[in-house]
């Protein structure tokens, strides 16, 4: 009985200090990492248990998993070892608006209902126009009247401002603590101190939707903020944007708000401003700041992609949960610049379907030649052997059938080929067969 009494306490001391040990490994493994520069930003954590509720870092290294997983291959040539920014990490949502189970979990417009207003065209957003900028015709309209939270689209009128009061593109601007969005939460990699020309700004909140440099942008206009939103709603009101009202420069509030039809006036305004088209349609750019190289990319993908087809002048995209995902652009389709706005799409992938649907609509309906929207693109190397192998066995299913229906004796004095052939679809019937599986299975962008 003792020897059973001592083997069982020696085995329990034992496992106790194989505990204690494992324990204290990852205490002795936290005091030998590096201590991790902070920077003075206040932020509120996301409640538990809710899907991309990750706590949100005022800036993020070159170990944030977002980084990491986006990989060095997206870099532009002669910029090796740069940090790649996800082309919308500055349009993310983390407010109580957005991951609380008590808040608004739609956006106004489709807690309204306005997306599931009837449509030719099926079309995802709740809000949207195409306007002929060379005649001023409305080739279409969806609730272009419907006052709604425009988001990001804002930057397109604060930028303007900027450009028309003149002021240097090189005067250096530093961001502050005031610049730190606390209300979304949103993601930036401009850290406070970084130091940046009004000219990098203006590219960075234009092309990336960058909120910190666009409220540095606010902040260094003359007057200040105040002065500045007054100076947007007073150009507002000039341009004949009777329904918008705007009370930020970045569209972080849902306070911005406007008008399909408000918001291609203001397209056909900046794009007056050769700067201002030139620096929102920027595929990429490498930022060296503070000693770092940022790797930021387009957040309108029509833009990065050469491959969609798209010759786009100027653009803005935008999202805050209350608006939904919005784009506006001018864009040179057959030879026409057409102003399009579309506003509380549920999904970055939406938008831009309902962009395609729009265009292909405009051309169908006014008889214009357009690659994009009269010719589908042939199909991909995996769906031409898929419509292959279906033509392969529907041509043994003939010959069987006929092999079947021929007498024996007569079946030697035929040819496989002649059965075939009374059989065969023509070549004009295979190459439609094909046209129509391509533009079914047509790859989405």
């Known amino acids: 009985m003792r020897t059973a009494r001592k083997r069982n306490f020696g085995l329990a001391v034992l496992l ?7 324990a204290l490994v990852p205490l002795a493994w936290q005091q030998r990492q590096p201590a991790q520069p902070k920077e003075t930003v206040t932020t509120i954590p996301t409640p538990a248990g809710v899907a991309g509720s990750a706590t949100p870092g005022p800036a993020l290294g070159p170990q944030d ?38 808040g608004p979990t739609l956006s106004f417009g489709r807690a309204a209902g306005l997306h599931l207003t009837p449509d030719p065209l099926r079309l995802n957003s709740s809000a949207a126009l195409v306007v002929n900028r060379d005649t001023g015709e409305v080739l279409v309209r969806k609730n272009d009247q419907a006052v709604l939270p425009v988001a990001s689209l804002t930057k397109l009128m604060s930028t303007l401002l900027v450009l028309e009061a003149r002021q240097p593109m090189d005067e250096v601007l530093t961001i502050t603590d005031e610049d730190v969005d606390r209300q979304r939460h949103s993601r930036s990699r401009l850290r406070v101190g970084t130091k940046l020309t009004r000219g990098e700004a203006l590219r960075l909140a234009l092309m990336s939707s960058e909120n910190r440099a666009a409220h540095a942008l606010g902040r260094a206009y003359p007057g200040g903020l105040p002065k500045m939103v007054e100076a947007m709603n007073a150009r507002a009101r000039q341009l004949g944007m009777v329904n918008t009202t705007y009370v930020d420069p970045t569209g972080l ?5 406007s008008t399909a039809r408000d918001l291609a006036l203001l397209v056909g305004a900046a794009s007056k401003v050769p700067l201002l088209r030139e620096l929102s349609v920027d595929e990429s750019h490498a930022a060296a700041l503070g000693g770092r190289t940022l790797q930021y990319r387009n957040s309108n993908r029509l833009v990065r992609n050469d491959a969609a087809g798209w010759d786009i002048e100027l653009q803005k995209t935008g999202y805050i949960v209350e608006a939904g995902r919005c784009l506006t652009m001018l864009t040179n389709v057959a030879g026409h610049e057409l102003v399009m706005v579309m506003l509380d799409a549920d999904s970055d992938r939406s938008r831009l379907a309902d962009a395609q649907k729009l265009r292909r609509y405009v051309v169908a309906q006014n008889g214009w030649q357009d690659s994009l929207a009269v010719a589908k693109p042939r199909a991909e190397p995996r769906q031409r052997v898929a419509v292959a192998k279906k033509k392969t066995v529907a041509s043994a299913k003939r010959k069987t059938a006929v092999a079947r229906a021929e007498p024996k004796a007569g079946a030697k004095k ?4 002649t059965a075939v052939a009374k059989k065969a679809p023509s070549k004009k019937e295979g190459r439609v067969r094909e046209t129509f599986a391509s533009g079914k299975d047509e790859p989405k962008s």
């Not at 509030?253 to 708000?257: K, L, Q």
């Open 16 to 22: 106790a200090a194989l505990v204690a040990a494992g």
């Open 65 to 102: 998993p977002a980084v990491a997983s986006a990989g060095q291959a997206t870099a532009e040539p002669g910029t090796p070892g740069a940090e790649v920014v996800p082309a919308e990490e500055a349009e993310t949502d983390r407010s109580n608006n957005a991951v609380s189970p008590s």
């Open 414 to 417: 035929r040819t496989a080929g």
């Open 253 to 257: 509030s849902n306070g911005n708000r």
